[in-house]
């Protein structure tokens, strides 16, 4: 019986091993994976007339096979390991280490492979070595406090401090922990390493999906971006952010993967008729394609927490309209399928002259995954906080005394319009130029849906010079800008300001970006030698 359960100890420290590695696996993308990486060994591995032999038998049942041969392996070393350490402490666990070692072996040497993916297996051999010896120690308590008769047909017992030591715990208790431990340990295996694989297949199921997405041409497609909104200044910000470049904030510890053939949006809450719209039916809708400038409220004075892309949607106000929203609303709570939230004015999401969109596309490509995919929504003059919701499945049409999104709680505005900002690229803060040469002073202004008509530099808080502007996409952008300047030997502080198409001159007042953005001049001090 000893020998059974000191076996069975071993089976739930690989056990322990698996989901742990899994479990770090689905951090890592799904890589690193000792479980398909040591199967992809054993495949390749494995002479031809195995594997022949493997298919006729079991046909293309033949990789169910390799794993339930896998399972009955890994199952009578583990149980072996099991025997041998409660026989020797560390002996079992010198087996999970050498089984460590092949399996880092399998993983590292896999094509494709990257420097972090044999962390999951390191991280599953000290996990089921840990177990095998808490579970090992409690087995040996139990065996030393219990009066047990089978104990000399078991024939295997060399240990003489088994037999040693007074008695302390009962032989119930005792037994009691081992269960307890050994029964709670198998559990957590089983569901944390369930959860994770399927995590893991649900994620390489979106990944794959999103690759074979060839999204529709737009039915309006965005003019085209005019080449004089591109200055030619050598470390200007480039007018539109590459979908790779594109900033990137969010509460989501793991990318949410969501199967564009699952996901659904439903639009509910205050309307006489719900809506709800499947992915094929989103993209059989005419799309719009739009640039927009977006910008996180946690952006800083001279912060890069901000992008521009060419979006590729639907216009929310359609599907509003169809859902007919109360006279009483004032507000879209938008929810993502990670249960983050947004409160979005109504009366902007409705707006005719308001691209406000249900994005499926970013600068030409389906979304990113980290960028919301399949769906997110992108609301051109406000905050991402409060309007850019991404893996967005639920809209909640509401108002603003009955919910609240995410942020709001914590510290945010419950609105949030884009501040009227600017910031200098070039030259860089503590930067050395050439005094008395031509010196670009260039970056981008931006007041999305307002937009930027003029662009003010100072230096030394002399007078206020006016830059030359890039062409404006739309008034949805950021415009580039560039000042020359001739700079005398020394120090000098250069600050910018935008003045907007409303003919509003950007604050000086500096305000921290809580609770609904910052402001300020932004000013890099350069030096002339
Ligand atoms: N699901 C979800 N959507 C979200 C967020 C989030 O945390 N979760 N953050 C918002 C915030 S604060 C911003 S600024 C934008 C950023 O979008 P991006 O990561 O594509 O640049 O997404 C918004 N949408
Ligand atoms: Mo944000």
Redesign the pocket.
């Known amino acids: 019986m000893w020998k059974t359960r000191a076996a069975v100890v071993g089976v739930i420290a690989a056990a322990a091993f698996l989901a742990a590695a899994e479990f770090a696996a689905l951090f890592l993308g799904g890589s690193g994976s000792p479980l398909v990486a040591v199967g992809g060994a054993v495949i390749d591995l494995a002479p031809p007339g195995a594997k022949d032999l493997m298919v006729s038998l079991f046909g293309t049942g033949d990789k169910i096979a390799l794993f339930v041969l896998m399972i009955v392996i890994v199952g009578s070393v583990s149980g072996g390991a099991g025997v041998l350490e409660r026989r020797r402490p560390a002996a079992g666990a010198v087996v999970f280490a050498i089984g460590g070692v092949l399996s880092l072996l399998a993983v590292t040497t896999r094509s494709g492979s990257g420097t972090l993916d044999g962390a999951p297996t390191v991280i599953g051999v000290a996990a089921a070595i840990i177990v095998l010896r808490v579970l090992t120690a409690r087995l040996r308590r139990w065996e030393r406090v219990a009066d047990v008769p089978t104990r000399a047909h078991d024939g295997d017992d060399t240990s003489t401090t088994d037999r040693r030591g007074p008695a302390v715990t009962s032989a119930g208790t005792a037994r009691r922990s081992f269960l307890v431990w050994g029964v709670t340990t198998a559990a957590l295996a089983v569901v944390v390493g369930g959860a994770s694989r399927l995590g893991t297949a649900t994620m390489q199921a979106a990944v794959a999906a999103r690759r074979a997405i060839r999204l529709p041409t737009p039915a309006s497609a965005a003019p085209a971006v005019p080449s004089g909104a591109s200055l030619d200044v050598t470390g200007i910000t480039p007018v539109i952010t590459s979908n790779d470049a594109?900033?990137?904030?969010?509460?989501?510890l793991r990318v949410p993967s969501v199967d564009p053939a699952q996901w659904k949006l439903r639009i509910h809450g205050a309307v006489d008729r719900e809506v709800e719209i499947t992915w094929d039916e989103l993209l059989a809708l005419p799309l719009e394609e739009h640039v927009a400038t977006?910008s996180?409220?946690s952006n800083e004075v001279g912060g890069d927490?901000i992008?521009t892309a060419k979006w590729l949607g639907h216009p929310i106000r359609e599907l509003l309209a169809r859902a007919s929203p109360h006279d009483s609303a004032d507000m879209v709570l938008s929810t993502?399928v990670?249960g983050?939230t947004?409160g979005t004015p109504l009366d902007v999401l409705q707006d005719a002259g308001t691209a406000a969109l249900l994005a499926v596309g970013m600068n030409g490509e389906p979304l990113p995954p980290?960028?919301?995919f399949p769906v997110r929504m992108v609301v051109p003059g406000l905050?991402?906080?409060v309007s850019?919701?991404?893996?967005v499945t639920d809209l909640e049409v509401t108002r603003f005394a009955d919910a609240e999104g995410y942020w709001t709680p914590r510290g945010w505005s419950e609105r949030g319009p884009v501040k009227l900002e600017s910031r200098i690229d070039v030259p860089r803060a503590g930067a050395t130029v050439q005094a008395g040469s031509t010196v670009a002073v260039a970056g981008v202004a931006w007041q999305p849906h307002t937009g930027v008509k003029g662009v003010q530099v100072r230096v030394d808080d002399g007078a206020w010079q006016d830059a030359t502007l890039a062409e404006s996409i739309s008034a949805d952008t950021w415009r580039q800008w560039v000042w020359r300047w001739t700079p005398t030997k020394g120090s000098h502080r250069l600050q910018v300001r935008a003045i907007s198409a409303d003919g509003a001159v950007q604050t000086s007042v500096e305000r921290p970006p809580a609770p609904n953005g910052a402001t300020g001049w932004h000013e890099v001090t350069v030096t002339a030698a």
């Open positions: 594109f900033y990137r904030i969010d509460t989501a977006m996180c409220v927490l992008g993502s990670d983050f947004a980290e960028h919301g905050y991402g906080y850019a919701t991404k893996w």
